[in-house]
């Protein structure tokens, strides 16, 4: 274990096995301790026996305070006093609920006969995801290289893209529902408008870390000033660029909810604030949980790929 703790030292598969399985099981110990030990919270009661109080009933769920309130009126009063267990919140279920809603999420039926499924919302989220980032990075990559190979271009460019990119996405979101309509078009553009200008700063600052050496040597080999940027940097940053990607597609995951707020009547959005309405909150860490999975696997799929594109490049297998 001390080899962990190292300065840049790399440690066995082993270990990084062992660590990365514990940041997962980490929080769920937590969860679990919060939702299953009465000591570390509860702070409401499960009503189980209403007693004699008329306004409780079986299943509620009341403060402790309350609760006590109403066991010391019965006990005044002479009557059945209410029984309940400590509980938490309705909006905490416990692991074990989400567990099984990861599965019946996927058979049960909408709540309206019109709701969506939950792989019907999946679906349709990761289709926007897929156009917003891939229109996103269509522009954004090359002008990203420009930028950081030209310098007149990012003279050009970037003071305005350094100022754009502190105006939030949201923003934009009446703007885009007048000119786009009220189905996918705003939430795509929005998609867009969160990742496409930090990729361009992100590419361009990847470009210009390539080292000047392979620059004066292709210079050197007869290579012309216009080919540089076909023949020399775009490959040389290919690894580099690879992972900024990866990154950004984080990005693009989370302007999702806020893109999909936006008229929404589709998406994993839809099911979330439907699920959390009729107070579904399984369903609704079930979804969230979903994103999260598809996330990660998509990011572990991806450096997969790219260790078989760029087997030569060290620093992308450690960042896997």
């Known amino acids: 274990m001390r080899s962990w703790f190292q300065v840049l030292r790399p440690i066995s598969p082993r270990a990084r096995l062992v660590l990365g399985c ?33 306004y409780l009933q079986a299943g509620m769920r009341m403060d402790k305070a309350a609760f006590a309130d109403a066991v010391k009126e019965a006990e005044d009063d002479h009557k059945p006093p209410p ?68 310098t007149a271009v990012a003279r050009v460019n970037e003071p305005f893209i350094e100022f754009f990119r502190y105006l939030p996405a949201p923003a934009f979101g009446a703007l885009m529902v007048a000119i786009l309509g009220i189905y996918d078009g705003p939430k795509i ?33 007869g290579t012309r000033n216009r080919q540089l940027l076909t023949r020399v940097v775009v490959p040389a940053i290919l690894p580099d660029l690879y992972r900024d990607q990866r990154i950004l597609l984080g990005w693009a995951w989370t302007y999702l909810i806020v893109a999909e707020l936006i008229g929404t009547t589709s998406g994993i959005t839809w099911f979330i604030t439907q699920q959390a309405r009729y107070q579904h909150f399984p369903n609704v860490y079930a979804a969230i949980a979903m994103i999260g999975i598809i996330g990660l696997g998509t990011d572990q799929l991806l450096a997969i790929v790219g260790r078989r594109l760029f087997p030569w490049d060290r620093s992308l297998a450690k960042f896997a």
């Open 22 to 54: 514990m940041s997962f099981l980490l929080p769920v110990v937590i969860w679990c301790i919060v939702t299953y030990v009465p000591a570390v919270w509860h702070p409401q009661m499960l009503i189980t026996d209403p007693g004699s109080a008329e």
């Open 83 to 150: 029984k309940g267990t400590p509980c938490n919140p309705i909006y905490l279920p416990a692991p074990h609920e989400v567990a099984a809603a990861l599965y019946t999420a996927f058979i049960t039926p909408p709540a309206t006969l019109d709701g969506p499924w939950l792989h019907q919302s999946l679906w349709h989220s990761i289709r926007i995801i897929f156009w917003g980032y891939v229109i996103s990075s269509l522009i954004g990559m090359p002008l990203g290289i420009l930028c950081g190979a030209y």
């Open 189 to 221: 553009a929005i998609i867009v408008i969160g990742t496409f200008f930090q990729q361009v700063l992100i590419i361009a600052n990847t470009t210009r870390k390539l080292d000047p050496a392979l620059l004066e040597a292709a210079l050197t080999l």
